[in-house]
């Protein structure tokens, strides 16, 4: 490195700091979403698919932009797309803060928000491996992780004691204040200058767009009842070959392509991106379905949504916090132990689900898959990244980022369509075969549910059924009360095949020897 981007010698404890409140608001914010579902839908007068759909736009948005973000900080400086990057997420923050219908959700903290975290996240990862180097490096990296822990811990916390006791409009103000702290402490950020080729790949730009996009869309609009879903996932997986194969094609003939096929030729970075795939599908999976199972069907309020899932976040923090002091173990093995707690603590929760009439039932086997996540958060960044050179840790930095991103989407879009389409299914089907309902009120329930799948509580299922004969509501209510469980239950299979793919992954890592810290020469390691 050079010119202003020279590595201080000394640990810049301040900078290290304003990064990882700018990782926090990043985590916080979607947390805060997710455990607010029921106060938003009520006060916004919308639907609880309707801000499921929402949260999973705006994780869409940053997975479809995010190389693009990657390489717009190339152009105008890591810094600069930081900079935007954090007023993107303000301007997402404020617009919550005074919203009135879903609409201003959609535009300016779905999409604004969503272009934000594509500039932001590849910008940061950047800047960190340009500000710190060696130990500093890794421990950066590691509070940055912590702090995203910290945010999954606090955010459903926060969310909900603001929510229950004041207003989820606060919370979201208190983020744009957050960041208004960030962008004060900005002079201490030492810009990382790009030198490679500054042309720009349209073709693949749109490609990488088109492709990541169109499958959470698809996604997206199957839980919403659309249609022409598979032609729109189809389209998505098609542009995803299609920016494989022209990325390989440029690169052959010379010319500057979105991101350099040949980073993946370096297996550690390879497996590292896989590794942040399938953890972000697993967290999405379950900070989605937990919330809105414990809202809609135990009818918790924000404040006990948020304690119930507090087991989950708050071992994620404490373990990701700890994990990351210890460097005396191999980063493959605490990432491969990682995926095997994330995945038992939610194989024991499945037998769990049906019997379960508080949050008290979920306490041990979410502490066990907040652990694995906290070793997960610990590691995969640097684990990742620290190969790659300052040349070209923005495309390797957006690519992970990609990698993470769409997951979160992946995970927030199917999980949760999942678990209303298995409502749906399993509520129609014991309809159907209920003695008590007539052939017509059968009907009745289908169309219903065809036309928007929505979790209830019992007490929300016995207001709309007032005006029913006792035994027609008595019975809805009785099959209300068996679909929930197996509809979570189905749900969950998500982040467990998830976690279980993470598993395969952090056996190869293992096989691997462990990526060595880029010593700023002009190679990536490449193993």
Do not use: C
């Amino acid at each position: 490195m050079t010119g202003d981007a020279a590595v201080p010698e000394t640990f810049n404890l301040r900078l290290a700091m304003l990064l990882a409140m700018a990782m926090f608001v990043l985590v916080v914010d979607t947390s805060i979403m997710n455990v607010s579902i029921s106060a938003v839908v009520r006060d916004l007068g919308t639907t609880a698919s309707g801000v499921q759909g929402a949260i999973a736009l705006e994780a869409l948005v940053s997975a479809a932009f995010i190389l693009i973000g990657g390489k717009t900080g190339d152009l105008i400086g890591r810094k600069l797309a930081y900079i935007l990057g954090l007023l993107g997420y303000a301007i997402g923050a404020i617009a919550m803060t005074l919203a009135q219908t879903l609409t201003p959700v959609i535009i300016f903290w779905a999409l604004i928000g969503g272009i934000g975290a594509s500039l932001l996240l590849p910008s940061m990862q950047s800047l960190i491996h340009g500000n710190f180097e060696g130990g500093h490096q890794k421990r950066v990296y590691a509070l940055v992780g912590a702090s995203a822990a910290i945010a999954a811990a606090v955010g459903p916390l926060l969310g909900g004691v603001i929510t229950t006791f004041l207003s989820w409009r606060l919370a979201f103000l208190l983020e744009a204040v957050i960041i208004g702290i960030v962008l004060l402490g900005i002079g201490l950020v030492k810009d990382v200058p790009f030198t490679g080729d500054r042309s720009i790949d349209v073709v693949g730009s749109a490609l990488s767009v088109i492709g990541m996009g169109s499958v959470v869309l698809g996604i997206l609009v199957w839980q919403e009842g659309g249609g022409y879903v598979g032609l729109i996932i189809g389209i998505g997986v098609l542009a995803l070959a299609g920016l494989v194969f022209w990325l390989n094609a440029r690169k052959r003939r010379g010319k500057a392509t979105l991101i350099d096929p040949d980073l993946l030729a370096s297996k550690p970075f390879r497996t590292g991106v896989s590794g942040q795939l399938m953890q972000q599908i697993a967290l999405g999976g379950t900070m989605i379905v937990l919330p809105l199972y414990l809202q809609m069907v135990l009818g918790y309020n924000a404040l006990w949504a948020g304690l119930s899932i507090a087991p989950l976040s708050l071992s994620m923090f404490a373990v990701a916090l700890i994990a990351g002091r210890r460097t005396g173990h191999r980063p493959a093995n605490l990432i491969l132990l990682g995926f095997v707690l994330t995945v038992t603590g939610l194989v024991i929760l499945l037998p769990i689900v049906p019997r379960a009439d508080s949050g008290w039932y979920l306490v041990v086997p979410l502490i066990i898959s907040g652990s694995g996540l906290g070793l997960l958060v610990s590691q995969l960044n640097n684990y990742t990244l620290s190969p790659v050179t300052d040349e070209r840790v923005s495309e390797a930095a957006g690519v992970n980022s990609a990698a993470g991103s769409f997951g979160l989407s992946f995970g927030l879009a199917f999980a949760g369509a999942i678990m209303l389409a298995t409502l749906s299914v399993v509520f129609t089907s014991a309809a159907e075969s209920s003695p008590v309902l007539t052939a017509e009120q059968q009907q009745q329930v289908a169309t219903v549910l065809e036309d928007d799948a929505q979790l209830i509580s019992n007490s929300g299922l016995e207001e709309m059924l007032a005006d029913e004969p006792p035994e027609v509501a008595d019975e809805i209510i009785r099959i209300n009360t068996q679909s929930r469980p197996i509809a979570l239950q189905v749900a969950l299979l998500i982040p467990i095949v998830a976690g279980t793919v993470g598993i395969a992954t952090g056996f190869r890592m293992r096989r691997l020897p462990d990526p060595q810290a880029s010593p700023g020469s002009d190679r990536m390691l490449l193993d």
